[in-house]
């Protein structure tokens, strides 16, 4: 995640002034530090980093707390704003019909972004379509057309045309019934006049309500001269930060972003097309400050949510918060979870899961791909009602039976009930938490997430 390291070393820092009620110049100096320390190592550029580090430094000394304030909550509270000054607003999106371009070099992750934006739109209730303009990588029109397959969206592209302003003009023709269209450009290695005059002929016939840069978070100083060419040349009104899976901090992102006056409109979390988060500065702090992202976490949960309970009616999951849970319950957790993409991402959107619980989970908690339970379903379905609500009694001589019926052998029918154990165990945890975090946490939840589909906000976040 971006400025993960900055989450923790900040976290650190913040904990050690638990209890004091005054901040003395020593205590500032050493959060001002590890704030330094994080930005530059993650490639936030330095002019930057000493501007943001001067005003935390300023405002920390001299501002007086509210009263009944603690000097940590007042730090944190200054550190917050002037991060979400630094990050800046996400980039304006309206859901309604509008045409987007994306620019970037090669591999920054365009194509994938325009399937992923599709996707979104699509989510929203609008027809989106992708026009697929590089012809100047190989593989670039099937790789296209295969991920618009994937997320269900209008494509158009054409293999047998080499003049990317020929397809655009053709491609908003062919797809006039949608009404976001998505415009995939070519890149180049670097950056080249006949790249730039290209993506100005394709523009200047698209017409683009939004034209977005497309950066690899592990873009470090270079994003800089990059946002500013392709803001010259087509002015660029948002930014995509793609990988964020992965190792880097895209600091180098940031940059660009205040370089160019434009805002971060996406993040890219993955290969696939639902890997794709809309930027949330307020969201992103919060997490990033140990507080839990709950905007971004209530919408997910929703949406799955909803989509798991369309499929079984009969299902509730508020009762499996409050009583048992059976594998029945389990089955529908997986489902739920597999929707809302990687649980350690979904857990780094908990309040309190970001820091230190998490990893004092079994690492087999987090493991549940899609190819066990495609075995678990078939397990299941060899199980009888009695069994699926009551696995504990499920013993050697039953397991035999499921095997046999299930076509499954008998290890991975220990494996479903050990993992059920596990999540059960996890659960009734999560209940003790009781009036504590647990309740204000599906609080904030309830509210921030409309209350959507009776969900009681956290009912179905897994076993988590
Ligand atoms: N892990 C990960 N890989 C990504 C992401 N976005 C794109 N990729 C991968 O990066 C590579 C280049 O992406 P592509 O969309 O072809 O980039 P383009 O050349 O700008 O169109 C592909 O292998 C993608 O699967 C992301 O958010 N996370
Ligand atoms: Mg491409």
């Given at each position: 995640m971006v400025l993960d390291n900055l989450g923790s070393s900040l976290r650190g820092s913040l904990d050690k002034l638990r209890g004091k009620s005054r901040l003395d110049e020593d205590d500032v100096q050493e959060i001002v530090k590890e704030?330094?320390?994080?930005?530059?190592?993650?490639?936030?550029?330095?002019?930057?980093?000493m501007d943001l580090s001067d005003s935390i430094k300023t405002r920390a000394l001299e501002e007086e707390p509210p009263g009944g304030t603690s000097a940590r909550d007042h730090v944190l509270k200054i550190v917050y704003e002037e991060l979400v000054g630094l990050i800046g607003e996400s980039t304006d999106i309206p859901l309604e019909s509008q045409t987007i371009m994306l620019a970037g070099l090669q591999g920054s992750g365009k194509t994938t972004t325009s399937a992923k934006m599709a996707w979104w739109f699509s989510k929203k209730g609008l027809r989106p379509a992708v026009i697929q303009t590089d012809t100047f990588r190989p593989g670039a029109y099937d790789q296209a057309k295969q991920m618009c397959e994937r997320a269900e969206v209008d494509f158009y592209g054409d293999p047998d045309c080499d003049d990317p302003v020929q397809i655009a003009r053709d491609g908003l023709e062919a797809t006039e019934d949608a009404e976001v269209h998505i415009v995939d450009t070519a890149g180049r290695h670097a950056l080249e006049d006949d790249l730039i005059a290209e993506i100005e002929e394709i523009e200047s016939v698209v017409q683009p309500d939004l034209n977005m840069l497309v950066l690899d978070a592990a873009i470090g100083q270079g994003a800089k001269e990059q946002a500013q060419q392709f803001d010259e040349s087509i002015g660029i009104g948002g930014v995509v930060i793609t990988k964020l899976d992965g190792t880097a901090k895209g600091g180098g992102a940031l940059t660009a972003v205040n370089e160019t006056d434009s805002s971060i409109g996406f993040l890219g979390m993955g290969e696939t097309v639902q890997d794709i988060e809309r930027f949330e500065p307020n969201g992103f702090i919060s997490r990033l400050l140990g507080m839990g992202?709950?905007?971004?976490?209530?919408?997910?949960?929703?949406?799955?949510?909803?989509?798991?309970?369309?499929?079984?009616?009969?299902?509730?999951?508020?009762?499996?918060?409050?009583?048992?849970?059976?594998?029945?319950?389990?089955?529908?957790?997986?489902?739920?979870?597999?929707?809302?993409?990687?649980?350690?991402?979904?857990?780094?959107?908990?309040?309190g899961f970001g820091g230190?619980?998490?990893?004092?989970?079994?690492?087999?908690?987090?493991?549940?791909?899609?190819?066990?339970?495609?075995?678990f379903e078939v397990i299941m379905d060899s199980m009888t009602e009695e069994e699926l609500e009551n696995p504990r009694k499920v013993g050697a001589s039953r397991v035999k039976r499921i095997s046999q019926g299930s076509g499954q052998d008998e290890e991975t029918i220990q494996e479903l009930l050990e993992q059920h154990r596990m999540m059960e165990q996890t659960i009734k945890q999560f209940q003790s938490m009781g009036d504590g975090d647990m309740q204000r946490m599906m609080k904030k939840l309830q509210k921030q997430g409309g209350g959507g589909g009776g969900m009681?906000?956290?009912?179905?976040m897994g076993p988590f």
């Amino acid at each position: 995640m971006v400025l993960d390291n900055l989450g923790s070393s900040l976290r650190g820092s913040l904990d050690k002034l638990r209890g004091k009620s005054r901040l003395d110049e020593d205590d500032v100096q050493e959060i001002v530090k590890e704030i330094q320390r994080s930005l530059l190592s993650a490639d936030v550029d330095v002019s930057l980093v000493m501007d943001l580090s001067d005003s935390i430094k300023t405002r920390a000394l001299e501002e007086e707390p509210p009263g009944g304030t603690s000097a940590r909550d007042h730090v944190l509270k200054i550190v917050y704003e002037e991060l979400v000054g630094l990050i800046g607003e996400s980039t304006d999106i309206p859901l309604e019909s509008q045409t987007i371009m994306l620019a970037g070099l090669q591999g920054s992750g365009k194509t994938t972004t325009s399937a992923k934006m599709a996707w979104w739109f699509s989510k929203k209730g609008l027809r989106p379509a992708v026009i697929q303009t590089d012809t100047f990588r190989p593989g670039a029109y099937d790789q296209a057309k295969q991920m618009c397959e994937r997320a269900e969206v209008d494509f158009y592209g054409d293999p047998d045309c080499d003049d990317p302003v020929q397809i655009a003009r053709d491609g908003l023709e062919a797809t006039e019934d949608a009404e976001v269209h998505i415009v995939d450009t070519a890149g180049r290695h670097a950056l080249e006049d006949d790249l730039i005059a290209e993506i100005e002929e394709i523009e200047s016939v698209v017409q683009p309500d939004l034209n977005m840069l497309v950066l690899d978070a592990a873009i470090g100083q270079g994003a800089k001269e990059q946002a500013q060419q392709f803001d010259e040349s087509i002015g660029i009104g948002g930014v995509v930060i793609t990988k964020l899976d992965g190792t880097a901090k895209g600091g180098g992102a940031l940059t660009a972003v205040n370089e160019t006056d434009s805002s971060i409109g996406f993040l890219g979390m993955g290969e696939t097309v639902q890997d794709i988060e809309r930027f949330e500065p307020n969201g992103f702090i919060s997490r990033l400050l140990g507080m839990g992202d709950l905007k971004q976490l209530s919408e997910r949960v929703e949406r799955a949510m909803s989509e798991t309970q369309a499929e079984d009616e009969d299902w509730d999951p508020e009762e499996m918060m409050q009583g048992s849970f059976t594998l029945k319950d389990m089955q529908k957790q997986m489902e739920a979870m597999n929707k809302m993409g990687p649980l350690d991402q979904v857990l780094d959107m908990i309040p309190g899961f970001g820091g230190g619980i998490k990893d004092q989970l079994p690492d087999d908690a987090m493991d549940v791909t899609k190819d066990r339970m495609r075995s678990f379903e078939v397990i299941m379905d060899s199980m009888t009602e009695e069994e699926l609500e009551n696995p504990r009694k499920v013993g050697a001589s039953r397991v035999k039976r499921i095997s046999q019926g299930s076509g499954q052998d008998e290890e991975t029918i220990q494996e479903l009930l050990e993992q059920h154990r596990m999540m059960e165990q996890t659960i009734k945890q999560f209940q003790s938490m009781g009036d504590g975090d647990m309740q204000r946490m599906m609080k904030k939840l309830q509210k921030q997430g409309g209350g959507g589909g009776g969900m009681g906000g956290l009912g179905g976040m897994g076993p988590f």
